[in-house]
T-cell receptor, first 113, second 114 residues
């Protein structure tokens, strides 16, 4: 049972444009959502997060939007840079879940010059 | 300085062998985790320890035994390795055990069982 889904395995964007990565979840107990970025042969690196009491969180070029009614979140990267090319994982945790992160399968982003 | 380190980075071994993967964090965190990323790229939690106490133990075969000698270390011992154990194993840590705490990941250990 996949509680966190990233339905797009890959996304290609041109440098300078907006990248939008999507994530859907099924468990209404999730109260915290995170995006991690992963380069090949490295571990995931925390990028940005959002609590369920908010619907938007911004950090520089990265913005995460949360739509609780649709159980959907998205990560916007503006402007996209070639160095953003990586696999992006969406993750969620529930306050009752002992900080157990449930990950999506990732979306590979390729930003071309 | 590496925050979360794992050894070895690569491990190739035969079926039936016993092997260990070590993890150390120098962040002063209380909580450590083991995750497994399988061939389908699912990244799934296996165990978590808080102050050396086992908190999360997902449905993992008992051939896998984590050991935490102190707060900075969480090792993973695997007995009687099977082909299906081939995966990338990531260690992670967080300051405390609470929802929303950022987890910091190690570089992963790529295990191949032949």
């Amino acid at each position: 049972d996949q509680q966190v889904k990233q339905n797009s395995p890959s996304l290609s964007v041109q440098e300078g444009r907006i990248s939008i990565l999507n994530c859907d979840y099924t468990n209404s107990m999730f109260d915290y959502f995170l995006w991690y970025k992963k380069y090949p042969a490295e571990g995931p690196t925390f990028l940005i997060s959002i609590s369920s009491i908010k619907d938007k969180n911004e950090d520089g070029r990265f913005t995460v939007f949360l739509n609780k009614s649709a159980k959907h979140l998205s990560l916007h990267i503006v402007p996209s840079q070639p160095g953003d090319s990586a696999v992006y994982f969406c993750a969620a945790s529930a306050i009752t879940g002992f900080q157990k992160l449930v990950f999506g399968t990732g979306t590979r982003l390729l930003v071309s010059p | 300085d590496t925050a979360v380190s794992q050894t070895p980075k690569y491990l190739v071994t035969q079926m039936g062998n016993d092997k260990s993967i070590k993890c150390e964090q120098n962040l002063g965190h209380d909580t450590m985790y083991w995750y497994k990323q399988d061939s389908k790229k699912f990244l799934k939690i296996m165990f978590s320890y808080n102050n050396k106490e086992l908190i999360i133990n997902e449905t993992v075969p008992n051939r896998f035994s984590p050991k935490s000698p102190d707060k900075a270390h969480l090792n993973l011992h695997i007995n009687s390795l099977e082909l299906g154990d081939s995966a990338v194993y990531f260690c992670a840590s967080s300051q405390v055990l609470a929802s929303g705490e950022t987890q910091y990941f190690g570089p992963g250990t790529r295990l191949l069982v032949l």
